[in-house]
């Protein structure tokens, strides 16, 4: 637990240090690097012990080592997407070691988010702060086909707002040779986007949210025919309610697409509005977790965009001339992020605690 407090601070202080630079460019990139250095270090030489699905991760590798061609991938029993399994495959030809698979994945999942971050940003410090608070980073040491696919697929977003449907597109049928997850993500965006150059495009999408609720049980028939091995997914008993820590984050993101509909300056910019639509699908998908049980998963794709949203309010109160409303933003923000890292490393999400490096492991 330490190394990812002593991590955490690191970063915290860097970050204000940093933020008071003038040349921002240079400093943010430096930020940047820096954060990929020492997470890298931190993920790569982790031990197989921690993540509760890098032993499963491990087990499948093994397989791969064991393949005597790679015509056997076309054979393969387990449903791995094609990317990862050629990505596991190419490293089985080199070594059996399972902490290089370990290395190779951080390096790949934390080069993705970082570097998108860092180019889709207004304000990286605070961007990579939520990063780190809203659980994405111990996730990232679990999930990491969908980590992976969501690094890719995020860039859809600043494909779309400048109309560019085809690259899109190519992005989105990348992303989905790591999970298959994404085309759910892919046509939400895409709905978006589309809306988003509508006048009152919010307050359509909220219709047509409400209406997809009501027509849930036909949109599961339809997920399943394109998906049918997330049928896991909507088998089983739905949580029925809402956790504490859920119902804040719909609440924040009900406030932010409130802003964003009250407020003229902000309804009138597409990156505000389109961010807002995805903040929205996630509020969706939160109540389809009353009847859905293991949705949750997806909210990952959505909830990833506050990163993005919370610092491009506090450019645009900068940029409108209220720089106490940046200032409250700020603040809140940071004490926030405060609270719910140590919340997450107190719980032990994903099996990520206690820390320890492969050394120890095989000694």
């Not at 990317?83 to 999942?109: E, F």
């Not at 659980?135 to 859809?156: H, K, L, V």
């Not at 293991?294 to 794709?301: K, M, Q, S, V």
């Not at 900068?318 to 409303?325: F, I, R, T």
Request: overall charge positive; glycine content about 4%; charged content about 15%.
């Amino acid at each position: 637990m330490a190394i990812y407090i002593t991590f955490y601070i690191g970063i915290i202080i860097t970050g204000l240090i940093f933020s008071k630079k003038k040349n921002q460019k240079y400093f943010s990139r430096l930020f940047c690097n820096l954060v990929f250095i020492v997470m890298s270090l931190i993920t790569c030489l982790r031990g197989i012990s921690v993540g509760e699905d890098t032993a499963h991760y491990v087990e499948w590798f093994q397989e791969y080592c064991a393949m005597p061609s790679i015509t056997s991938l076309f054979n393969y029993e387990r449903d791995v997407e094609i990317g990862y399994s050629l990505i596991n495959y190419s490293i089985s030809r080199i070594t059996d070691k399972p902490q290089v698979l370990i290395a190779v994945m951080a390096l790949i999942i934390n080069f993705l988010h970082i570097r998108f971050i860092r180019l889709n940003s207004k304000n990286v410090y605070s961007s990579m702060a939520l990063y780190l608070s809203l659980n994405f980073f111990f996730t990232s040491m679990n999930s990491w086909r969908q980590f992976i696919a969501m690094g890719i697929c995020f860039w859809m977003f600043p494909l779309l707002l400048k109309r560019k449907y085809i690259k899109s597109l190519l992005v989105l049928l990348c992303a989905f040779c790591f999970h298959d997850t994404v085309i759910i993500f892919g046509f939400a965006i895409f709905v978006c986007a589309l809306f988003n150059h509508k006048k009152n495009r919010l307050i359509l999408l909220i219709i047509a949210g409400i209406i997809s609720f009501f027509a849930l049980p036909l949109l599961i028939k339809i997920v399943l025919k394109i998906l049918p091995a997330y049928e896991s997914y909507f088998q089983g008993e739905g949580g029925g309610y809402f956790g504490e820590l859920e119902l804040l984050f719909i609440i924040i993101q009900f406030v932010i697409i409130m802003m964003t509909l009250l407020n003229k300056y902000l309804r009138e910019d597409k990156r505000i509005t389109l961010l807002s639509s995805l903040l929205l699908c996630n509020i969706l998908i939160s109540f389809y977790g009353l009847r859905i049980p293991h949705i949750f998963r997806l909210n990952f794709y959505f909830k990833y965009f506050l990163i993005i949203m919370i610092p491009e309010l506090i450019f645009k109160f900068e940029n409108s001339g209220k720089k106490y409303m940046s200032l409250i933003t700020r603040r809140i923000t940071l004490i926030g992020c405060c609270l719910l890292f140590g919340y997450y490393i107190s719980t032990n999400p994903g099996n990520v605690v206690p820390y320890k490096t492969f050394v120890r492991l095989y000694k």
